[in-house]
């Protein structure tokens, strides 16, 4: 891996490549898995986009969050990021915690074609998914995702590539519970999935969906059910 920096943010990089079978020898205790927020290009976050990250940090994920989701308020093994976007909307987060993010980084490229784009993220989900399943770092720790939807989960997307796993419903054995939706939807920014896992078992053994609903400052931010529009 190698460092390099991102405007107040150390990012480490992790390298692009197809994954080997995965053999857990690590298991995270926690994953905390969600969308970026809402963009206004290929590169950027829009206003709403750019307030939900801040929400973010405040509220759920940061340091000093008032409703913080990290049990016991256990300071995060990783910040795991795949776009801009996801790095954008994880940086407050990641300032609260004085962390870098590990990012398995794909960036746009002018006159890139989809199915090579595809490929990347196909790749960054699964060398992110070996990593979070064997590195002893993230052992009974937590471990927080901000990542681009259509890998998460996509039904569409997983049998286009038979005999592969390219979401993290496949790789994080999500689809072992049956609560676990196939698909996230193309509008939907405002949800965090929580993963618990025990010791030694890389079978999730529990699945919840938390609505974002902000207070405050953030408190008109969208807020809507899974599968509705903003």
């Known amino acids: 891996?190698?460092?390099?920096?991102?405007?107040?943010?150390?990012?480490?990089?992790?390298?692009?490549?197809?994954?080997?079978?995965?053999?857990?020898?690590?298991i995270p205790a926690e994953v905390i898995l969600m969308r970026h927020g809402e963009k206004v290009?290929?590169?950027?976050?829009?206003?709403?986009?750019?307030?939900?990250?801040?929400?973010?940090?405040?509220?759920?994920?940061?340091?000093?969050?008032?409703?913080?989701?990290?049990?016991?308020?256990?300071?995060?093994?990783?910040?795991?990021?795949?776009?801009?976007?996801?790095?954008?909307?994880?940086?407050?987060?990641?300032?609260s915690w004085g962390l870098p993010e590990t990012a398995f980084t794909v960036v746009p490229e002018p006159d890139e074609n989809k199915a090579k784009k595809i490929a990347k993220e196909n790749a960054c989900t699964q060398e992110a998914a070996h990593d979070i399943l064997t590195n002893s770092r993230y052992d009974n720790k937590i471990v927080i995702i901000m990542w681009e939807h259509k890998h998460i989960a996509n039904l569409k997307l997983e049998r286009k590539f038979p005999g592969q796993e390219v979401t993290f419903r496949q790789l994080l054995h999500l689809g072992q519970l049956k609560v676990v939706p196939q698909t996230w939807p193309k509008t939907i920014y405002d949800y965090i999935w929580v993963i618990k896992y025990t010791k030694d078992d890389f079978m999730p053994t529990s699945f919840t969906m938390k609505r974002e609903v902000f207070t405050g400052n953030y408190a008109r931010l969208p807020a809507n059910l899974w599968g509705h529009h903003e």
Do not use: D, F, W
Not at 43 to 69: D, I, M, N, P
């Open 1 to 26: 891996m190698r460092t390099r920096s991102l405007t107040a943010l150390s990012v480490i990089l992790a390298p692009i490549s197809l994954c080997i079978p995965v053999v857990a020898s690590a």
């Open 41 to 95: 290009n290929r590169y950027a976050l829009s206003v709403t986009g750019q307030e939900r990250a801040k929400a973010l940090a405040q509220q759920y994920l940061g340091k000093h969050a008032s409703r913080g989701l990290l049990t016991g308020k256990q300071k995060p093994a990783a910040l795991m990021t795949i776009t801009l976007h996801t790095i954008e909307t994880m940086t407050p987060t990641a300032q």
